[in-house]
Protein backbone atom coordinates (compact mmCIF):
# COMPACT_ATOMS: atom_id res chain seq x y z
CA UNK A 1 0.00 0.00 0.00
CA UNK A 2 1.38 3.15 -0.97
CA UNK A 3 2.06 5.92 2.17
CA UNK A 4 0.92 9.24 2.40
CA UNK A 5 2.67 12.25 3.07
CA UNK A 6 0.99 15.15 4.97
CA UNK A 7 1.83 18.38 4.46
CA UNK A 8 1.67 20.78 7.82
CA UNK A 9 -1.58 23.43 7.40
CA UNK A 10 -0.55 26.21 5.06
CA UNK A 11 2.50 24.47 3.34
CA UNK A 12 0.60 23.23 0.52
CA UNK A 13 0.89 26.26 -1.91
CA UNK A 14 4.18 26.12 -3.43
CA UNK A 15 3.06 22.40 -4.61
CA UNK A 16 -0.12 23.61 -6.21
CA UNK A 17 2.20 26.10 -7.98
CA UNK A 18 3.52 23.03 -9.25
CA UNK A 19 7.16 23.72 -7.56
CA UNK A 20 9.02 20.28 -7.03
CA UNK A 21 10.43 20.19 -3.97
CA UNK A 22 9.17 19.74 -0.50
CA UNK A 23 11.09 20.61 2.24
CA UNK A 24 11.50 18.86 5.94
CA UNK A 25 9.79 21.62 7.54
CA UNK A 26 6.73 21.06 5.39
CA UNK A 27 5.86 17.58 6.21
CA UNK A 28 3.45 17.31 8.94
CA UNK A 29 3.95 13.17 8.67
CA UNK A 30 3.91 10.02 6.86
CA UNK A 31 0.96 7.71 7.11
CA UNK A 32 2.19 4.74 6.35
CA UNK A 33 5.64 2.87 5.31
CA UNK A 34 7.98 4.25 3.02
CA UNK A 35 11.97 3.35 2.43
CA UNK A 36 14.05 6.38 -0.07
CA UNK A 37 13.09 6.52 -3.22
CA UNK A 38 9.64 4.97 -2.70
CA UNK A 39 6.62 6.83 -4.58
CA UNK A 40 4.17 8.48 -1.76
CA UNK A 41 0.96 9.96 -1.93
CA UNK A 42 1.24 13.88 -1.51
CA UNK A 43 -1.83 15.47 0.48
CA UNK A 44 -2.85 18.93 2.01
CA UNK A 45 -3.66 18.59 5.48
CA UNK A 46 -7.98 19.52 4.90
CA UNK A 47 -6.90 15.77 2.79
CA UNK A 48 -6.77 16.98 -0.65
CA UNK A 49 -4.47 15.10 -2.95
CA UNK A 50 -1.71 16.83 -4.55
CA UNK A 51 -0.09 14.27 -6.57
CA UNK A 52 2.62 12.29 -6.16
CA UNK A 53 6.36 12.20 -4.77
CA UNK A 54 9.75 10.64 -4.19
CA UNK A 55 10.48 10.14 -0.67
CA UNK A 56 13.83 11.02 0.67
CA UNK A 57 14.36 10.74 4.06
CA UNK A 58 17.83 11.74 4.33
CA UNK A 59 17.38 15.03 2.52
CA UNK A 60 15.90 18.46 3.65
CA UNK A 61 14.32 18.27 0.76
CA UNK A 62 12.05 15.52 2.00
CA UNK A 63 10.13 14.67 -1.35
CA UNK A 64 10.22 15.79 -5.14
CA UNK A 65 7.23 15.74 -7.06
CA UNK A 66 6.86 13.12 -10.02
CA UNK A 67 3.09 14.23 -10.83
CA UNK A 68 0.50 16.96 -9.74
CA UNK A 69 -1.99 14.52 -10.78
CA UNK A 70 -3.05 11.13 -9.87
CA UNK A 71 -1.64 8.79 -11.86
CA UNK A 72 0.62 5.21 -11.24
CA UNK A 73 4.89 5.88 -11.25
CA UNK A 74 5.82 2.65 -12.91
CA UNK A 75 7.84 1.76 -16.28
CA UNK A 76 4.93 3.20 -18.23
CA UNK A 77 4.94 6.33 -16.60
CA UNK A 78 8.95 6.86 -17.39
CA UNK A 79 8.70 5.76 -20.35
CA UNK A 80 5.73 8.44 -21.15
CA UNK A 81 7.96 11.32 -19.61
CA UNK A 82 11.46 10.77 -21.01
CA UNK A 83 10.21 10.66 -24.47
CA UNK A 84 7.98 13.76 -24.21
CA UNK A 85 11.25 15.32 -22.92
CA UNK A 86 13.17 14.18 -26.06
CA UNK A 87 10.41 14.99 -28.26
CA UNK A 88 10.00 18.09 -27.06
CA UNK A 89 13.54 18.69 -28.38
CA UNK A 90 13.45 16.92 -31.88
CA UNK A 91 10.45 19.48 -32.02
CA UNK A 92 12.58 22.56 -32.23
CA UNK A 93 14.55 23.21 -35.09
CA UNK A 94 17.56 24.99 -33.70
CA UNK A 95 17.98 21.72 -32.08
CA UNK A 96 17.99 19.57 -35.17
CA UNK A 97 21.44 19.45 -36.10
CA UNK A 98 22.30 18.11 -32.12
CA UNK A 99 19.99 14.89 -32.91
CA UNK A 100 22.53 13.79 -36.17
CA UNK A 101 25.01 11.21 -35.49
CA UNK A 102 27.94 13.82 -34.17
CA UNK A 103 25.35 15.41 -32.02
CA UNK A 104 25.31 16.85 -28.70
CA UNK A 105 22.40 17.67 -26.87
CA UNK A 106 21.08 17.69 -23.40
CA UNK A 107 17.94 14.85 -23.51
CA UNK A 108 16.20 14.89 -19.66
CA UNK A 109 16.99 18.53 -17.89
CA UNK A 110 15.99 17.16 -13.59
CA UNK A 111 12.89 18.99 -12.27
CA UNK A 112 12.14 21.09 -15.45
CA UNK A 113 11.49 17.54 -17.41
CA UNK A 114 9.34 16.25 -14.57
CA UNK A 115 12.26 13.84 -13.21
CA UNK A 116 13.84 15.14 -10.64
CA UNK A 117 17.12 14.45 -9.74
CA UNK A 118 17.84 13.15 -12.96
CA UNK A 119 20.01 14.31 -16.04
CA UNK A 120 20.90 12.72 -19.59
CA UNK A 121 23.18 13.93 -21.85
CA UNK A 122 24.15 12.78 -25.46
CA UNK A 123 27.16 12.88 -27.08
CA UNK A 124 27.12 11.35 -30.45
CA UNK A 125 26.38 7.33 -30.04
CA UNK A 126 26.67 7.68 -25.85
CA UNK A 127 24.50 8.81 -23.50
CA UNK A 128 25.34 9.75 -20.12
CA UNK A 129 23.32 9.61 -17.12
CA UNK A 130 23.40 11.42 -13.84
CA UNK A 131 21.36 10.58 -11.04
CA UNK A 132 21.21 12.57 -7.98
CA UNK A 133 18.25 11.86 -6.01
CA UNK A 134 16.75 8.86 -4.11
CA UNK A 135 13.55 8.49 -6.57
CA UNK A 136 16.27 8.56 -9.58
CA UNK A 137 17.95 6.53 -7.86
CA UNK A 138 15.13 3.84 -7.51
CA UNK A 139 13.50 4.07 -11.04
CA UNK A 140 17.31 4.25 -12.45
CA UNK A 141 16.97 0.99 -14.49
CA UNK A 142 13.55 2.15 -16.05
CA UNK A 143 15.09 5.77 -16.98
CA UNK A 144 18.16 3.92 -18.80
CA UNK A 145 15.22 1.91 -20.77
CA UNK A 146 13.15 4.64 -21.71
CA UNK A 147 16.07 6.71 -23.16
CA UNK A 148 17.13 3.83 -25.22
CA UNK A 149 13.36 2.99 -26.80
CA UNK A 150 13.20 6.61 -27.44
CA UNK A 151 16.50 7.58 -29.06
CA UNK A 152 17.93 3.99 -30.18
CA UNK A 153 20.90 4.27 -28.40
CA UNK A 154 22.25 1.52 -26.43
CA UNK A 155 25.03 2.56 -25.02
CA UNK A 156 24.25 4.58 -21.59
CA UNK A 157 26.93 5.62 -19.00
CA UNK A 158 26.42 6.49 -15.47
CA UNK A 159 28.08 9.16 -13.99
CA UNK A 160 26.68 9.34 -10.93
CA UNK A 161 29.05 10.78 -8.82
CA UNK A 162 28.29 14.70 -7.52
CA UNK A 163 29.01 15.25 -3.88
CA UNK A 164 24.78 15.97 -3.43
CA UNK A 165 24.20 12.31 -3.73
CA UNK A 166 25.59 12.08 -0.70
CA UNK A 167 22.65 14.76 1.35
CA UNK A 168 20.35 12.05 -0.19
CA UNK A 169 22.16 9.05 1.63
CA UNK A 170 23.85 7.57 -1.78
CA UNK A 171 26.67 6.44 -2.94
CA UNK A 172 28.91 7.56 -5.96
CA UNK A 173 28.68 5.12 -8.88
CA UNK A 174 30.01 5.37 -12.69
CA UNK A 175 30.64 3.10 -15.26
CA UNK A 176 28.63 1.48 -18.27
CA UNK A 177 25.00 1.31 -17.45
CA UNK A 178 23.87 -0.81 -20.76
CA UNK A 179 25.79 -1.53 -23.83
CA UNK A 180 29.77 -1.88 -22.96
CA UNK A 181 29.92 -4.72 -25.15
CA UNK A 182 32.23 -4.47 -27.51
CA UNK A 183 33.59 -1.17 -25.56
CA UNK A 184 35.46 -3.20 -23.69
CA UNK A 185 34.71 -1.66 -20.54
CA UNK A 186 36.36 1.76 -21.18
CA UNK A 187 35.31 4.52 -20.91
CA UNK A 188 33.68 5.94 -23.56
CA UNK A 189 35.39 9.31 -25.21
CA UNK A 190 32.84 10.27 -27.84
CA UNK A 191 33.69 12.79 -30.41
CA UNK A 192 31.09 15.61 -30.75
CA UNK A 193 30.81 18.14 -33.72
CA UNK A 194 28.92 21.66 -33.09
CA UNK A 195 28.05 24.14 -35.11
CA UNK A 196 30.40 27.14 -35.61
CA UNK A 197 30.45 30.54 -36.69
CA UNK A 198 31.59 28.68 -40.46
CA UNK A 199 31.39 25.29 -40.21
CA UNK A 200 31.84 22.67 -37.61
CA UNK A 201 34.05 22.52 -34.20
CA UNK A 202 35.08 18.92 -33.22
CA UNK A 203 35.57 18.28 -29.74
CA UNK A 204 36.02 15.05 -27.33
CA UNK A 205 34.77 14.24 -24.54
CA UNK A 206 36.24 12.65 -21.79
CA UNK A 207 32.84 11.28 -20.29
CA UNK A 208 34.80 9.37 -17.18
CA UNK A 209 36.58 12.25 -15.83
CA UNK A 210 35.75 15.75 -17.36
CA UNK A 211 33.44 17.62 -15.05
CA UNK A 212 29.36 17.09 -14.82
CA UNK A 213 29.05 14.39 -17.40
CA UNK A 214 32.18 15.24 -19.52
CA UNK A 215 31.44 18.59 -20.84
CA UNK A 216 29.02 21.82 -20.76
CA UNK A 217 26.44 21.59 -23.25
CA UNK A 218 24.95 24.40 -21.75
CA UNK A 219 27.26 26.96 -23.03
CA UNK A 220 26.84 25.64 -26.76
CA UNK A 221 25.37 28.75 -27.83
CA UNK A 222 27.56 31.06 -25.99
CA UNK A 223 30.54 28.95 -27.72
CA UNK A 224 28.73 29.73 -31.29
CA UNK A 225 28.35 33.57 -30.35
CA UNK A 226 32.11 33.79 -28.94
CA UNK A 227 33.20 32.37 -32.51
CA UNK A 228 30.31 34.71 -34.55
CA UNK A 229 32.50 37.52 -32.62
CA UNK A 230 35.75 36.75 -32.98
CA UNK A 231 36.78 37.75 -36.02
CA UNK A 232 39.54 39.88 -36.45
CA UNK A 233 40.15 40.00 -32.96
CA UNK A 234 42.77 39.04 -29.68
CA UNK A 235 40.36 36.56 -27.85
CA UNK A 236 41.21 35.49 -23.80
CA UNK A 237 39.28 32.96 -22.84
CA UNK A 238 39.90 32.05 -18.80
CA UNK A 239 39.08 29.09 -16.94
CA UNK A 240 38.99 27.40 -20.33
CA UNK A 241 38.62 24.01 -19.59
CA UNK A 242 38.73 21.63 -22.56
CA UNK A 243 39.42 24.67 -24.85
CA UNK A 244 35.45 25.04 -26.21
CA UNK A 245 35.39 28.92 -26.41
CA UNK A 246 38.80 28.79 -27.44
CA UNK A 247 38.52 26.37 -30.79
CA UNK A 248 35.22 28.22 -31.60
CA UNK A 249 36.80 31.96 -31.19
CA UNK A 250 39.64 30.43 -33.75
CA UNK A 251 36.87 28.79 -36.19
CA UNK A 252 35.95 32.21 -36.08
CA UNK A 253 38.52 34.33 -37.39
CA UNK A 254 40.19 35.43 -34.28
CA UNK A 255 44.06 36.47 -34.78
CA UNK A 256 45.29 35.01 -31.69
CA UNK A 257 43.59 32.88 -28.66
CA UNK A 258 45.28 33.08 -25.09
CA UNK A 259 43.68 30.19 -22.96
CA UNK A 260 44.36 29.93 -19.51
CA UNK A 261 43.06 26.60 -17.55
CA UNK A 262 44.76 25.31 -13.61
CA UNK A 263 44.13 21.78 -15.44
CA UNK A 264 46.97 20.19 -16.88
CA UNK A 265 44.39 17.52 -17.84
CA UNK A 266 42.29 19.50 -19.17
CA UNK A 267 44.66 21.80 -21.43
CA UNK A 268 45.94 18.21 -22.72
CA UNK A 269 42.59 17.38 -23.94
CA UNK A 270 42.49 20.62 -25.06
CA UNK A 271 45.57 20.60 -27.44
CA UNK A 272 43.73 16.92 -28.50
CA UNK A 273 40.86 18.72 -29.24
CA UNK A 274 42.72 21.68 -31.35
CA UNK A 275 44.37 18.56 -33.44
CA UNK A 276 40.62 17.13 -33.58
CA UNK A 277 39.98 20.06 -36.28
CA UNK A 278 42.88 20.31 -38.80
CA UNK A 279 41.34 23.38 -40.00
CA UNK A 280 42.43 25.48 -37.46
CA UNK A 281 45.65 27.02 -37.33
CA UNK A 282 47.78 25.91 -34.37
CA UNK A 283 49.97 28.74 -34.25
CA UNK A 284 47.46 31.50 -33.43
CA UNK A 285 46.70 29.37 -30.13
CA UNK A 286 48.26 29.69 -26.82
CA UNK A 287 47.91 26.86 -23.40
CA UNK A 288 48.38 27.86 -20.40
CA UNK A 289 48.42 26.22 -17.05
CA UNK A 290 48.19 29.00 -14.71
CA UNK A 291 46.29 30.25 -11.58
CA UNK A 292 43.79 32.77 -13.60
CA UNK A 293 43.51 35.37 -10.53
CA UNK A 294 46.73 35.28 -10.80
CA UNK A 295 48.30 35.33 -14.26
CA UNK A 296 45.54 38.20 -14.87
CA UNK A 297 47.28 40.45 -12.54
CA UNK A 298 50.61 39.20 -14.39
CA UNK A 299 48.99 40.23 -17.96
CA UNK A 300 47.62 43.84 -16.38
CA UNK A 301 51.64 44.26 -15.14
CA UNK A 302 52.96 43.27 -19.19
CA UNK A 303 50.65 45.87 -20.70
CA UNK A 304 48.58 42.80 -22.61
CA UNK A 305 45.17 43.88 -24.19
CA UNK A 306 42.45 42.25 -25.43
CA UNK A 307 39.58 42.57 -27.67
CA UNK A 308 37.32 39.90 -26.85
CA UNK A 309 37.69 38.20 -22.66
CA UNK A 310 35.65 35.38 -21.74
CA UNK A 311 35.21 34.51 -17.93
CA UNK A 312 33.37 31.23 -17.37
CA UNK A 313 34.48 30.18 -14.00
CA UNK A 314 33.85 27.30 -11.96
CA UNK A 315 30.74 27.63 -9.06
CA UNK A 316 31.70 30.27 -6.68
CA UNK A 317 28.48 29.65 -4.97
CA UNK A 318 26.73 26.68 -4.60
CA UNK A 319 23.96 28.20 -2.29
CA UNK A 320 22.38 31.68 -1.35
CA UNK A 321 24.45 30.88 1.83
CA UNK A 322 27.72 31.57 0.18
CA UNK A 323 26.74 34.44 -2.06
CA UNK A 324 28.11 36.79 0.09
CA UNK A 325 31.96 35.39 -0.28
CA UNK A 326 31.34 34.33 -3.91
CA UNK A 327 30.22 37.50 -5.02
CA UNK A 328 33.98 39.26 -4.11
CA UNK A 329 35.52 36.62 -6.23
CA UNK A 330 33.19 37.85 -8.96
CA UNK A 331 33.89 41.27 -9.07
CA UNK A 332 37.64 40.40 -8.31
CA UNK A 333 38.23 37.93 -11.50
CA UNK A 334 34.80 40.32 -13.79
CA UNK A 335 37.44 43.78 -13.04
CA UNK A 336 40.59 42.04 -14.01
CA UNK A 337 38.95 41.00 -17.36
CA UNK A 338 37.72 44.66 -18.09
CA UNK A 339 40.96 45.64 -17.09
CA UNK A 340 42.29 43.78 -19.86
CA UNK A 341 40.04 44.93 -22.13
CA UNK A 342 40.73 47.34 -25.48
CA UNK A 343 38.94 50.45 -26.11
CA UNK A 344 35.47 48.74 -27.74
CA UNK A 345 36.41 45.31 -26.25
CA UNK A 346 33.70 42.62 -25.48
CA UNK A 347 33.28 40.84 -21.96
CA UNK A 348 31.69 37.60 -21.96
CA UNK A 349 31.43 36.74 -18.68
CA UNK A 350 29.35 33.98 -16.68
CA UNK A 351 28.07 32.86 -13.37
CA UNK A 352 26.77 29.01 -12.88
CA UNK A 353 26.64 29.84 -9.28
CA UNK A 354 22.97 29.07 -7.82
CA UNK A 355 23.14 31.26 -5.08
CA UNK A 356 23.78 34.45 -7.61
CA UNK A 357 20.88 35.12 -9.33
CA UNK A 358 20.65 37.39 -12.56
CA UNK A 359 20.04 40.96 -10.87
CA UNK A 360 22.73 40.05 -8.29
CA UNK A 361 25.25 39.60 -11.33
CA UNK A 362 24.57 41.89 -13.03
CA UNK A 363 25.26 44.61 -9.90
CA UNK A 364 28.50 42.72 -9.23
CA UNK A 365 29.60 43.43 -12.90
CA UNK A 366 28.67 46.74 -12.74
CA UNK A 367 30.58 47.22 -9.45
CA UNK A 368 33.80 46.25 -11.01
CA UNK A 369 33.06 48.66 -14.05
CA UNK A 370 32.50 51.00 -11.40
CA UNK A 371 35.89 50.36 -10.09
CA UNK A 372 37.79 50.36 -13.07
CA UNK A 373 36.76 53.65 -14.11
CA UNK A 374 35.36 52.07 -17.50
CA UNK A 375 32.05 52.79 -19.30
CA UNK A 376 30.05 49.70 -20.36
CA UNK A 377 27.05 48.96 -21.99
CA UNK A 378 24.81 45.08 -21.65
CA UNK A 379 24.58 43.62 -25.24
CA UNK A 380 22.85 40.90 -24.57
CA UNK A 381 21.71 38.66 -21.89
CA UNK A 382 23.18 35.04 -21.95
CA UNK A 383 22.23 31.58 -20.96
CA UNK A 384 21.74 27.84 -21.26
CA UNK A 385 20.40 26.81 -24.70
CA UNK A 386 16.68 25.10 -25.01
CA UNK A 387 17.99 21.62 -24.22
CA UNK A 388 17.92 23.47 -20.87
CA UNK A 389 14.74 24.43 -20.50
CA UNK A 390 14.10 25.81 -17.14
CA UNK A 391 10.38 25.34 -14.92
CA UNK A 392 8.16 28.36 -14.62
CA UNK A 393 7.49 27.21 -11.34
CA UNK A 394 11.35 25.96 -10.81
CA UNK A 395 13.35 29.31 -10.67
CA UNK A 396 15.90 27.57 -9.28
CA UNK A 397 16.78 25.63 -12.31
CA UNK A 398 18.17 28.84 -14.07
CA UNK A 399 21.63 28.55 -12.80
CA UNK A 400 23.51 30.16 -15.64
CA UNK A 401 23.20 33.43 -16.92
CA UNK A 402 25.55 35.82 -18.55
CA UNK A 403 26.14 39.01 -19.88
CA UNK A 404 27.99 39.88 -23.23
CA UNK A 405 29.62 43.86 -22.58
CA UNK A 406 31.02 46.04 -24.52
CA UNK A 407 33.47 48.55 -22.80
CA UNK A 408 33.50 52.42 -23.71
Known sequence: MTATLILAPGRERSVLRRHPWIF??????????????DTVVVQASNGRALGRAALSPESQIRARMWTFVDESI???????TVARAVEQRRDLPELAPEFEASGGVRLLHGESDGLPGVVADRYSDVIVLQITSAGGEKWRD????????????????????????ALEGLVARTGWLTGAAGSEGEAPRPLIAERAASGRVNIEVDVAGGHKTGFY??????????????QGRRVLNCFCYTGGFSLHALAGGATEVLSIDSSGPALDLARANLAHNPGLEAARATWLEADVFQHLRTLRAEGRKFDLVVLDPPKFAPSASHAKSAARAYKDINLLGLRLLAPGGLLMTYSCSAGIDPAMFQGIVADAAADAG?????????????????GLAFPEGEYLKGLLIRVA
Not at 374 to 390: K, Q
Open 142 to 165: AIADALTRVTGIARIYERSDPDVR
Open 74 to 80: DDAFFRR
Open 24 to 37: AGAVDRIDGRARPG
Open 374 to 390: IGARVLRRLSAGVDHPV
Open 217 to 230: LDQRDSRRLCGELA
